[in-house]
């Protein structure tokens, strides 16, 4: 059934419910202004899940059973032989998640109305928002307090330093993990 189940996992990667479905499945889950919406729904990609499937499948088989002639059962398996090899694979998709969640801002847009749940995106945005709105005012004759460029530019500063200090802690991992499937001589 592996063609079956492959083909069903490709199908939802190439069509989803849409904006509105999403929604409305959201809402009868109870996960409105609830922290949990920006984080189930993103739990699984199923393109990252076959990155991670196509690099397990590099694995020789020949160590499973090495360690299962030695007495090793399936968990003692997955935690001494796989994860230690599947490191650069695992964080280069850690950085995957970490970024589409970090730069992810309209998932909180429609389902997160709670100022104290709004990721700092939203908050960015909310930023640069109003600060075209006080340029909008101004312009029609209206007083209001100015929102200096620096201030913009210090939000979207903000917003990107925890990235950059990310990335090169990963990045070792990252470059590993890119470059796994390709053709060694």
């Known amino acids: 059934g592996r063609k079956f189940y492959n083909g069903m996992m490709l199908l939802t990667m190439y069509f989803s419910a ?5 929604y409305l499945l959201m809402k009868q889950l109870h996960l409105l202004d609830n922290p949990l919406v920006l984080i189930i729904p993103n739990c699984l990609s199923i393109f990252n899940m076959i990155i991670l499937r196509s690099f397990l499948y590099t694995v020789p088989e020949s160590l499973r059973e090495s360690a299962q002639l030695d007495g ?3 968990v003692n398996i997955l935690i ?24 992810g801002f309209s998932d909180a847009l429609m389902y997160v ?4 749940y709004a990721p700092i995106q ?5 930023v640069i928002n109003n600060r075209s709105s ?22 979207v500063m903000f917003a990107t ?20 499937g390709a053709i060694k001589e």
């Open 122 to 126: 939203l908050k960015l945005y909310q």
């Open 80 to 103: 001494r032989i796989y994860l230690p090899l599947s490191k650069p694979v695992l964080s280069t998709l850690a950085l995957f998640y970490a970024v589409g969640r970090w730069n």
């Open 18 to 22: 849409g904006t509105i479905p999403n």
């Open 134 to 155: 006080i340029e909008t005012s101004q312009q029609e004759g209206f007083a209001s307090p100015v929102a200096s460029e620096g201030l913009k530019a210090a939000s």
């Open 113 to 116: 109305s709670n100022p104290k």
């Open 161 to 180: 330093v925890p990235i950059l200090l990310v990335y090169p802690w990963l990045q070792r991992y990252f470059i590993t993990g890119v470059t796994i």
């Open 72 to 74: 090793a059962g399936p």
